[in-house]
């Protein structure tokens, strides 16, 4: 039933969480069976119909999991994740839209290795920021927020500069989207912060675009009420 799938998705993924805090290891194949769970779940359909939504929410919480605990996931498997993030964070259930950018984030900082995936992860993010509906920029820009500094460092002024542009009022009234200059304000705060963490960039070169670019971003999010 929903509720069973429901339960387990979630209960799967406290049990990994659990077991690394009390730093018990896991056999491997209860693992590979773990990996599998999300391809398994797309092949059979369960996002559709009744109970579709709560099924997208617990699979994020669970790849959340998967990523903090570094469940091994072959590469295809890896693909198919990153592909049912991208779909949840253009759902337009906000509380889906939070839960993947969290699990894409946790999912970047583990799988996107440095050089392999962090272009892409973080320029699929920009383009669906400055080209997407309104869903997907409400969602990337949220998706932002929790990606490592490893992964933003080699765009940083760009990220910066296109979720400054992103909250901004532009007189278009589907470009002016509350929610979605809303979420690009929380991960103007979120980025700016984590650019400042070892592996981010230079101190003197972020504080010169804090003063130029975010600064002044925050203090018209501060006079605007719509977010």
Known sequence: SLEVRHGALVGIGELLLGAQAAALALPGDALARVA???????????????GGEIMREAVCFLVSA????????PAEVQAQIHKVLG????HPNWVIQR?????????????????????????????????????????????????PAHLLSKHWR???????????????????????????VSSLSSVSQELGRPGGCAAEELLQE?????????VDALEDYTI
């Open 158 to 184: 760009q990220v910066l500069g296109s979720l400054g542009a992103a909250s901004r009022l532009i007189g278009d009234e589907e470009r002016d989207d509350a929610e979605a200059r809303g979420n690009a």
């Open 36 to 50: 599998r769970i999300v391809p398994d779940i797309e092949a059979a359909q369960l996002y559709r119909g009744k």
């Open 99 to 147: 839960a993947a950018a969290e699990a894409f984030g946790n999912f970047s900082r583990e799988y996107c290795a440095e050089g392999q995936g962090s272009v892409d992860v973080v320029l699929q993010c920009l383009e669906q920021l400055h080209g997407g509906s309104i869903m997907a920029r409400r969602g990337f820009a949220l998706a932002l927020g929790p990606l």
């Open 87 to 90: 779909v949840n964070l253009q």
């Open 210 to 218: 804090l003063d130029s670019c975010v600064l002044p971003c925050m």
């Open 66 to 73: 998967m990523a903090r605990t570094a469940v091994p996931l």
